[in-house]
C-alpha cells in the first residue's frame, strides 16, 4: 500500500480557504486518494475522494496532480467547526490505511 | 441510513473478563473494517471482512477475535486483554474501494 506524507499541523484564519497538502509519490494506477477528518475522538468523517481528475463536493475541492503523487484539500471558506485532524489515505480494494493526518486549527 | 451503529460507547474491562464489541450497518455493505486507535495517533487497521470472510488480518494479537455472523454484522471477541489495548475501537463500512467507507463513533475501551 503506497504511504502518506503530510505536515503536522496548520492553522487557518476563518473564513479563508483551507489548503492541506499530501504527498503519495508511490501511488499505484489503480489506487485512490481519500480524504477524511476527525474530529476529537469522534469517528472519521469522510470527505471527498477521487482517482486522478480534480474531484469537487459541498464540503471540499481535491486537486491531484497530473503525475498523481502529491494531492491538495481546499476547505474554501474554513470555519471554527473545520478544527480537526485532515487524513489523506491512499486506498488500493480493502486496504484502507490511515497516515500521520494533518491537525488543522482554525482561528477566528 | 448511512449509520453504522457501534455498541457499547464505552466499555470497562478487567484483564481477566470477557466482552464483546458490537458493529451494525444496514447499507447492504460488505466490506467491514474494525481499526484501533490510541491517543493522538491515527486509527491502525486491524481486521477486514470481505464478504462475510477474513480478508485481512494485520497480525493482531489472539486475544482480539473478530467475527461477523452476516452482512450487516461485526463482532469483536476480547479476552485476557492487557491495559495498553485500551483505545478507541471503531468499525466501518464500505461498499467498495471505489466508494467512501463510513464509520462508526467508536467504543472506548478501557482495560483495568
Known amino acids: 500500500d503506497a504511504k502518506t506524507t503530510q505536515p503536522p499541523s496548520m492553522d487557518c484564519a476563518e473564513g479563508r480557504a483551507a489548503n492541506l497538502p499530501c504527498n503519495h509519490s508511490?501511488?499505484?494506477?489503480?489506487?485512490?486518494v481519500y480524504w477524511y477528518r476527525q474530529i476529537h475522538s469522534q469517528g472519521p468523517q469522510y470527505i471527498i475522494h477521487?482517482?486522478?481528475n480534480n474531484e469537487t463536493n459541498e464540503m471540499a475541492s481535491l486537486i491531484i496532480t497530473e503525475d498523481r503523487k502529491s494531492s491538495t484539500l481546499i476547505l474554501p471558506h474554513a470555519t471554527l467547526r473545520d478544527t480537526a485532524v485532515y487524513y489523506c489515505i491512499v486506498r488500493a480494494g480493502n486496504q484502507f490505511y490511515f497516515g500521520t493526518g494533518t491537525s488543522l486549527t482554525v482561528i477566528p | 441510513d448511512t449509520e453504522v451503529t457501534q455498541t457499547p460507547k464505552h466499555l470497562v474491562m478487567g484483564m481477566t473478563n470477557k466482552k464483546s464489541l458490537k458493529c451494525e450497518q444496514h447499507m447492504g455493505h460488505r466490506a467491514m473494517y474494525w481499526y484501533k486507535q490510541k491517543a493522538k495517533k491515527p486509527p491502525e487497521l486491524m481486521f477486514v471482512y470481505s464478504y462475510e470472510k477474513l480478508s485481512i488480518n494485520e497480525s493482531v494479537p489472539s486475544r482480539f477475535s473478530p467475527e461477523c455472523p452476516n452482512s450487516s454484522l461485526l463482532n469483536l471477541h476480547l479476552h485476557a486483554l492487557q491495559p495498553e489495548d485500551s483505545a478507541l475501537y471503531l468499525c466501518?463500512?464500505?461498499?467498495?474501494?471505489?466508494?467512501?467507507?463510513?464509520f462508526g463513533q467508536g467504543t472506548r475501551l478501557t482495560v483495568v
Open positions: 508511490t501511488i499505484s494506477g489503480n489506487e485512490y
Open positions: 466501518a463500512s464500505s461498499h467498495g474501494y471505489r466508494e467512501e467507507a463510513f
Open positions: 477521487g482517482l486522478k
